[in-house]
């Protein structure tokens, strides 16, 4: 006795599951390049021909206006009166005493001497401070013989 199939089967591959992930990479992708920017200040830093591999987690912002924003660890900027600020870097150096580095991100439209006072805040109580810049374009760097 032969036993007939009750079903055909076809070589057609289904692309639905396919695109389901192809969908989910792309919502990941556009989910985790907004991790890209550290702040929603819009500040334009100078440019400098020397960079350094430090990644400081504590920030100090100063934008265009003149204003002083601070973060720790990744938080959101928050603004930050000049007599508070000493006492939020002391904070932060209290909570996490092996941090080394907290770094300035000015803006190029900010005053020379007004980066000094937010530098000279911190040498006068021991912090030590970098001052961020972005790289400046290979043709302006110097030729070092």
């Not at 396919?18 to 985790?32: G, R």
């Not at 508070?84 to 580095?101: C, I, R, S």
């Given at each position: 006795?032969?036993?007939?199939?009750?079903?055909?089967?076809?070589?057609?591959?289904?692309?639905?599951?396919?695109?389901?992930?192809?969908?989910?990479?792309?919502?990941?992708?556009?989910?985790?390049?907004?991790?890209?920017?550290?702040?929603?200040?819009?500040?334009?830093?100078?440019?400098?021909?020397?960079?350094?591999?430090?990644?400081?987690?504590?920030?100090?912002?100063?934008?265009?206006?003149?204003?002083?924003?601070?973060?720790?660890?990744?938080?959101?900027?928050?603004?930050?009166?000049?007599?508070?600020?000493?006492?939020?870097?002391?904070?932060?150096?209290?909570?996490?005493?092996?941090?080394?580095?907290?770094?300035?991100?000015?803006?190029?439209?900010v005053p020379y001497g007004r980066v000094i006072d937010v530098?000279?805040?911190?040498?006068?109580?021991?912090?030590?401070?970098?001052?961020?810049?972005?790289?400046?374009?290979?043709?302006?760097?110097?030729?070092?013989?």
């Open positions: 006795m032969a036993l007939k199939r009750q079903y055909d089967m076809t070589s057609l591959f289904s692309m639905a599951s396919m695109t389901d992930v192809i969908f989910l990479l792309l919502i990941f992708f556009m989910v985790t390049s907004t991790f890209v920017f550290p702040t929603a200040l819009e500040i334009t830093l100078p440019q400098s021909s020397e960079q350094t591999p430090l990644k400081p987690s504590t920030r100090v912002y100063i934008d265009a206006d003149q204003v002083i924003y601070a973060s720790f660890d990744g938080s959101e900027p928050q603004a930050v009166a000049e007599d508070q600020l000493l006492a939020f870097l002391q904070l932060v150096m209290k909570e996490q005493p092996d941090l080394q580095y907290i770094a300035v991100y000015a803006d190029a439209a530098l000279t805040l911190g040498a006068q109580n021991n912090l030590k401070m970098v001052l961020a810049t972005k790289p400046a374009p290979s043709s302006a760097k110097p030729s070092r013989p």
